[in-house]
T-cell receptor, first 111, second 114 residues
Framework: ELKVEQNPLFLSMQEGKNYTIYCNYS?????LYWYRQDPGKSLESLFV?????AVKQEGRLMASLDTKARLSTLHITAAVHDLSATYFC???????????FGEGTQLTVNP | DADVTQTPRNRITKTGKRIMLECSQT?????MYWYRQDPGLGLRLIYY???????NKGEISDGYSVSRQAQAKFSLSLESAIPNQTALYFC?????????????FGDGTRLSIL
């Protein structure tokens, strides 16, 4: 059974700083997803990572996947207030489409 | 209009009542899912359906049932609601295939059971 753990669960950072959110998973997962959720809102897909070494970037966010370490990271560069949200990673077991979500990382970017 | 629509958006009800949450989609996706979200627990899968004739239990299906009335409609029922089913419920859809297509979520139904 796939288990997904994120850390930190809460992150408060200043604008302009860099930080990384970590997502560890327990068994083989052939794809890893990152989602963003604003308070009281739905989940928005950010990245889909399909292979070892995959790296994707969108604006100030960059996601990577290391399947050997069973680790995905979401790196935030020069944070701005608009990035304040909860970020979830989710894994899918091999050849399935059921997702297992991490607990979420609540990010607050302070001016 | 939203691609994945959930109704109602908010519901307050009493213990023991039967409740139905509805989800409809215009994305043409075959696969549909119901999740619940609780603070600090992320999203947990309740039921999922890969096509109209397919229904599967997720990790927390006890106390819930579902119906896939058509490709576009997937409803979740709580037969006899209890307070610990108070949560935010999401419906999601995805395409069939192995290309890693992400799931697309509705806006959620906030359910409170007194």
């Amino acid at each position: 059974e796939l288990k997904v753990e994120q850390n930190p669960l809460f992150l408060s950072m200043q604008e302009g700083k860099n930080y990384t959110i970590y997502c560890n998973y327990s068994t083989t997962s052939d794809r890893l997803y990152w989602y963003r959720q604003d308070p009281g809102k739905s989940l928005e897909s950010l990245f889909v990572l399909l292979s070892n070494g995959a790296v994707k970037q969108e604006g100030r966010l960059m996601a990577s996947l290391d399947t050997k370490a069973r680790l995905s990271t979401l790196h935030i560069t020069a944070a701005v207030h608009d990035l304040s949200a909860t970020y979830f990673c989710a894994g899918a077991e091999t050849s399935g489409s059921r997702l297992t979500f991490g607990e979420g990382t609540q990010l607050t970017v302070n001016p | 209009d939203a691609d994945v629509t959930q109704t109602p958006r908010n519901r307050i009800t009493k213990t023991g009542k039967r409740i139905m949450l509805e989800c409809s989609q215009t994305k043409g996706h075959d696969r549909m899912y119901w999740y619940r979200q609780d603070p600090g627990l992320g999203l947990r899968l309740i039921y999922y359906s890969f096509d109209v004739k397919d229904i599967n239990k997720g990790e927390i299906s006890d106390g819930y049932s579902v119906s896939r009335q058509a490709q576009a409609k997937f409803s979740l029922s709580l037969e006899s609601a209890i307070p610990n089913q108070t949560a935010l419920y999401f419906c999601a859809t995805s395409e069939t295939g192995t290309g890693g297509q992400p799931q697309h979520f509705g806006d959620g139904t906030r359910l409170s059971i007194l």
